[in-house]
């Protein structure tokens, strides 16, 4: 299975991503700490638009594996395997950096073993399938921030590791948890750390994947671009790569 949907290109509309928790200097050239470097300060910081610089970047497909009307919720793992991620995605208005509230932050991504909940089988792996794992978002607060809960994904032929994103406003929540209707303002993708994943892969289940991983410099979408292209900020959680990693990225996008 080749995600051949995921192929480089604009879609029309502008989104921009702003350095945060470091030097717009740093962050140009995709600075990113490594595993040996463990601090958790980062995690408990929301990223501060007002002192930010709005750099331009391209939107990206949702690839052949989005499903409409996941759940609104902060942990989208349902008890699947694998290192703990812990996101916080700020939404800002690209014109003025101010945070954007209430927006809804949706992420998918592939389990440790490649597999999207819905498509389960397609990498070659065969394990349950709840149609929903790995699948969910939840609402921006007043500063803009959504706090997502969930695993390292795995890969899956043809592409590097990655999460979609979807941001959307003016959603309403539905009686089952799910939401409906609003306007959708961005669709891009996530990226990890070449280093960091290397150590990933080496761990449990990800090790148990045969499947070849395709790398950053490898891939289709990733333009090697850094945070302006949606590499995360990595911290690491703890002394080992077991324990985990908190992703920062702040995304400006067009009202």
């Given at each position: ?91 800002v208005d690209d014109d003025t950096c101010v945070p954007l509230g209430n927006a809804l932050v949706e992420l998918w991504h592939a389990d440790a073993l490649g597999e999207y909940s819905g498509f389960v089988g397609n990498n070659g792996h065969t394990e349950p399938d709840s149609g929903t794992f790995l699948r969910g978002g939840v609402l921006t607060n007043a500063s803009g921030v959504a706090s997502i809960t969930t695993v390292y994904p795995g ?101």
């Open positions: 299975m080749t995600d051949t949907s995921d192929a480089r290109t604009s879609v029309g509309r502008r989104t921009v991503l702003v350095a945060t928790g470091a030097t717009a200097a740093a962050l140009a050239v995709g600075a990113v700490p490594r595993p040996e470097a463990p601090t958790a300060e980062a995690a408990d910081t929301a990223p501060v638009a007002a002192a930010a610089v709005c750099t331009l970047t391209k939107e990206m497909t949702e690839g052949p594996y989005y499903l409409d009307g996941q759940y609104v919720r902060a942990d989208i793992t349902e008890g699947k395997a694998g290192i703990p991620l812990k996101l916080t995605l700020t939404v890969w899956y032929r043809g592409r590097c590791v990655h999460i979609h994103v979807k941001v959307h406003t003016n959603v309403t929540l539905t009686a089952d948890g799910s939401f409906s209707g609003g306007q959708e303002l961005h669709t891009g993708q996530l990226f990890f750390d070449e280093t960091i994943t290397t150590a990933v892969a080496r761990v449990s289940p990800y090790s148990t994947n045969r499947v070849t991983r395709t790398t950053l410099a490898q891939d289709s979408v990733y333009d090697d671009g850094g945070a302006a292209s949606g590499l995360l900020t990595l911290t690491a959680l703890g002394s080992s790569t077991s324990s985990g990693y908190a992703g920062t990225l702040t995304l400006g996008v067009e009202r």
